[in-house]
């Protein structure tokens, strides 16, 4: 299983034991914060030189930002949300 984005700000709990009943292998991450800063440096970097691409799953004019919160609040979403200001 694999779990990334922390929307709500924290990672899954899942115990190991809940996991291997339904024959599912846990990632977990053991980064330091040294090699979490890096890791986000080196994503930045890319970022800033073209290479690297958010995926823009749904848009919405800003007149419909509290259908946008309650899509992504929801987990209703895949990749980022966009509020349109025109």
């Not at 980064?31 to 290479?51: I, K």
């Not at 690297?52 to 007149?63: A, D, M, N, T």
């Not at 929801?74 to 966009?82: I, N, P, Q």
Request: glycine share 8%; net charge positive.
């Amino acid at each position: 299983m694999i779990v990334f984005g922390l929307a709500s700000g924290k990672w899954t709990d899942v115990s190991d034991e809940a996991a291997a009943d339904r024959g599912v292998t846990l990632v977990r991450p053991r980064a330091t914060p040294e090699e979490l800063r890096g890791f986000v440096e080196s994503a930045l970097a890319e970022a800033a030189a073209g290479r690297l691409r958010p995926v823009i799953g749904q848009r919405f004019p800003l007149e419909r930002a509290a259908d946008a919160h309650a899509a992504v609040q929801s987990r209703a979403t895949v990749g980022k949300t966009l509020l349109e200001v025109r």
